[in-house]
């Protein structure tokens, strides 16, 4: 990568301007209070001749800036602090319902998914946060992280012997947010979790109600607190 655009990149996602914007109410079970990344040494600013090249007088939009930190957590060349920086940057622009709807026509579901599998937690544990984000109280983009199997991704995190607790908190949290008022997603999570986990009160399964608040949030405390993994 052309060393001033790598530059860009991070001074763009360090600096995006939603980083103040407000964090989305998270769900009883979900963990989704936010962290604070890894601190890094400051990025200096890119010459403004450059900036003005690549995106003209207005600055880089949102999806400019949501390529961008992807673009760097995917670097292999990228340090982790600068990758949690980059994660903590793209929460915070999916706290946006138009930005997280922008993920499909911007081919970033994918490797936004890829990085559940990372071998490194934080960036498990981010890219959790990401997902339930997206996903919060969201049925467009819900269905879209659906059709690309995030439900049995993270289902598998969480019974398929994840031991980061912070991840796997992460990992409810992101559940959570697929699974509810979204019936093919609460489907799909009773197919692949195990009885116990899905046993209610006086032992019963049966189907799970994806408008069902209180029986999901018992699913989710058992896979929080008591866990499969």
Same mark, same amino acid.
């Given at each position: 990568?052309?060393?001033?655009?790598?530059?860009?990149?991070?001074?763009?996602?360090?600096?995006?301007?939603?980083?103040?914007?407000?964090?989305?109410?998270?769900?009883?079970?979900?963990?989704?209070?936010?962290?604070?990344?890894?601190?890094?040494?400051?990025?200096?600013?890119?010459?403004?001749?450059?900036?003005?090249?690549?995106?003209?007088?207005?600055?880089?939009?949102?999806?400019?800036?949501?390529?961008?930190?992807?673009?760097?957590?995917?670097?292999?060349?990228?340090?982790? !602090?600068?990758? =949690?920086? *980059?994660?903590?940057?793209? %929460?915070? &622009? #999916?706290?946006? $319902?138009? +930005? !997280?709807?922008? =993920?499909? *026509?911007?081919?970033?579901? %994918?490797? &936004? #998914?890829?990085? $559940?599998? +990372?071998?490194?937690?934080?960036?498990?544990?981010?890219?959790?946060?990401?997902?339930?984000?997206?996903?919060? +109280?969201?049925?467009?983009?819900?269905?879209?992280?659906?059709?690309?199997?995030?439900?049995?991704?993270?289902?598998?995190?969480?019974?398929?012997?994840?031991?980061?607790?912070?991840?796997?908190?992460?990992?409810?949290?992101?559940?959570?947010?697929?699974?509810?008022?979204?019936?093919?997603?609460?489907?799909?999570?009773?197919?692949?979790?195990?009885?116990?986990?899905?046993?209610?009160?006086?032992?019963?399964?049966?189907?799970?109600?994806?408008?069902?608040?209180?029986?999901?949030?018992?699913?989710?405390?058992?896979?929080?607190?008591?866990?499969?993994?």
């Amino acid at each position: 990568m052309d060393p001033g655009l790598n530059q860009l990149l991070k001074w763009g996602v360090t600096n995006s301007s939603s980083s103040t914007s407000p964090q989305q109410n998270g769900t009883t079970n979900g963990d989704s209070s936010p962290t604070t990344a890894a601190t890094a040494t400051p990025i200096p600013a890119p010459n403004a001749e450059a900036l003005q090249a690549l995106f003209g007088d207005s600055g880089p939009s949102d999806a400019e800036l949501m390529r961008a930190a992807l673009s760097s957590i995917e670097d292999t060349t990228t340090p982790l !602090a600068e990758k =949690l920086i *980059a994660f903590d940057n793209l %929460e915070q &622009l #999916l706290e946006n $319902l138009d +930005n !997280a709807n922008d =993920l499909p *026509a911007l081919g970033l579901w %994918e490797p &936004l #998914l890829t990085q $559940l599998s +990372n071998t490194e937690p934080e960036l498990r544990r981010m890219a959790c946060w990401c997902v339930g984000t997206s996903v919060q +109280n969201n049925v467009k983009a819900q269905k879209e992280a659906f059709d690309r199997g995030a439900v049995e991704k993270v289902t598998e995190m969480l019974v398929g012997g994840e031991t980061d607790r912070q991840v796997k908190r992460k990992a409810v949290y992101a559940l959570s947010s697929l699974v509810r008022n979204f019936p093919p997603a609460t489907a799909k999570m009773v197919e692949l979790l195990p009885s116990e986990v899905l046993a209610d009160g006086d032992g019963a399964q049966g189907d799970v109600d994806a408008s069902d608040m209180d029986r999901l949030d018992r699913i989710m405390v058992k896979l929080r607190d008591d866990g499969t993994g």
